[in-house]
């Protein structure tokens, strides 16, 4: 199978630490997208890239997050000095934008505790 | 501000009933209405999408009827089954919104055997 793939699953972390997730998309798909999923909710956008070009990143929820795909091909998302209120499941999603663009794919998430 | 409302929250059917979930947006820049499946711990799968330019679309039991002055559009699940139990969201994007979904808050769906 090759759907999008994130990693790590589960990550339990300490209030203040910072922690990073690792997103592959479907491997034709040049566009790639982050979004965040509390408990209850449905997915909440983050921010998008095609390619390396990161071309919406305004729903950033603070200067705390980032997100990178430096190469085109696999994005991190970075959380610095984690709050107790960033835990969710941060899912990423993959499209092309060759085969009508807006079909997202989503991967199993990385559900984050911050303790 | 939640741009796209789904209703009901939770729903029960029985097996072999008919299940109905509704969702209305605001902003017509949309043009892309996706509807995903989430079980519990996974994430998302896309199941049915629909673009305004049509007002019904059918895959197997799953249909999604749209209704674009009313800027509605509903699931209709046939002939439920206890492995449909799961959440569900309605979605809506496309290229003139930003390539973002933005999705609706879910309805938990319960069918009993």
């Known amino acids: 199978d090759t759907g999008v793939s994130q990693d790590p699953r589960h990550k339990i972390t300490k209030r203040g630490q910072n922690v990073t997730f690792r997103c592959d998309p479907i491997s034709e798909h040049n566009r790639l997208y982050w979004y965040r999923q509390t408990l209850g909710q449905g997915p909440e956008f983050l921010t998008y890239f095609q390619n390396e070009a990161q071309l919406e990143k305004s729903r950033l929820l603070s200067d705390r997050f980032s997100a990178e795909r430096p190469k085109g091909s696999f994005s991190t998302l970075e959380i610095q000095r984690t709050e107790q209120g960033d835990s969710a499941m941060y899912l990423c999603a993959s499209s092309s934008n060759t085969q009508g663009g807006e079909t997202q794919y989503f991967g199993p998430g990385t559900r984050l505790l911050v303790l | 501000q939640q741009q796209v409302k789904q209703s009901p929250q939770s729903l029960i059917v029985q097996k072999g009933g008919i299940s109905i979930i509704n969702c209305a947006y605001e902003n017509t820049a949309f043009d892309y209405f996706p509807w995903y499946q989430q079980f519990p711990g996974k994430g998302p799968a896309l199941l049915i999408a629909?673009?305004?330019?049509?007002s019904e679309k059918k895959e197997g039991r799953f249909t999604i009827s749209f209704n674009k002055s009313a800027k509605q559009f509903s699931l209709h699940i046939m002939d439920s089954q206890p492995g449909d139990s799961a959440t569900y969201f309605c979605a809506a994007g496309g290229n003139n919104a930003g390539n973002m979904l933005t999705f609706g808050g879910g309805t938990r769906l319960m069918v009993k055997p």
């Open positions: 629909i673009r305004p330019d049509v």
